[in-house]
């Protein structure tokens, strides 16, 4: 199973929005509502931050949202904040039985 | 609270094997799925496996199954992967993760992560 695509890296200012996309196929993403996304800071454990394509956990800001359209999903971040500057992670259920990770955006706040 | 505690890492040859363990609290145990990932120095996450809330189904990612065996002890709110034929490319530092209540394939709560490195 391949990794989904993520962009290396993506960047915005305080107070903008971003998105990241995560391409995969029509074995993964595109099969199942069963795409999440992760925030990783350096050193620490990822956390939870949307779970079937656009469910947020308690606790999570709303300025996270999540969407899919065919074999891509997209985390879109409004009013970016410094804190949020770190590495993301999508993820998908796959045909396989089994969990496919895409390959990590890193996130600079400018 | 939630917790999950990774211990057992460590350095081990090539062709070795090493057990790691994950211990629970806070939450039951004995409900959920239980997955392991597995992050290699500078790189991104990669799913290890997964396993049912009674040890009943076990599923595996292509480049550990045959090798890696994921169990659980209910009765010690205990996760376990024993890891046998290691190799360098298995060097990661390796989380336990439980899935979120509702579904299985998310994980909200996750260790801090135990160190293996494979390496003679």
């Known amino acids: 199973q391949s990794a989904l695509t993520q962009p290396a890296s993506v960047s915005g200012s305080p107070g903008q929005s971003i998105t990241i996309s995560c391409t995969g196929t029509s074995s993964d993403i595109g099969g199942y509502n069963y795409v999440s996304w992760y925030q990783q800071h350096p050193g620490k454990a990822p956390k939870l931050m949307i779970y079937?394509?656009?469910n947020r956990p308690s606790g999570v800001s709303n300025r996270f949202s999540g969407s899919k359209s065919g074999n891509t999903a997209s985390l879109t971040i409004s009013g970016l904040q410094a804190e949020d500057e770190a590495d993301y992670y999508c993820s998908s259920y796959t045909t396989s039985t089994t969990l496919v990770f895409g390959g990590g955006t890193k996130l600079t706040v400018l | 609270q939630v917790q999950l505690v990774e211990s057992g890492g460590g350095v081990v040859q090539p062709g070795r094997s090493l057990r790691l363990s994950c211990a629970a609290s806070g939450f039951s145990f004995s409900s959920l799925g239980m997955h392991w990932v597995r992050q290699a120095p500078g790189k991104g996450l990669e799913w290890v496996a997964l396993?049912?809330?009674?040890?009943?189904?076990?599923y595996y990612a292509d480049s550990v199954k045959g090798r890696f065996t994921i169990s659980r002890d209910n009765s010690k709110n205990t996760l376990y992967l024993q890891m046998n034929s290691l190799r360098p490319e298995d060097t990661a530092v390796y989380y336990c993760?439980?899935?979120?209540?509702?579904?299985?394939?998310?994980?909200?709560?996750w260790g801090q992560g135990t160190t293996v490195t494979v390496s003679s």
């Open positions: 993760a439980k899935r979120i209540l509702g579904v299985l394939w998310s994980m909200d709560v």
């Open positions: 396993i049912s809330y009674d040890g009943s189904n076990k």
């Open positions: 079937d394509v656009t």
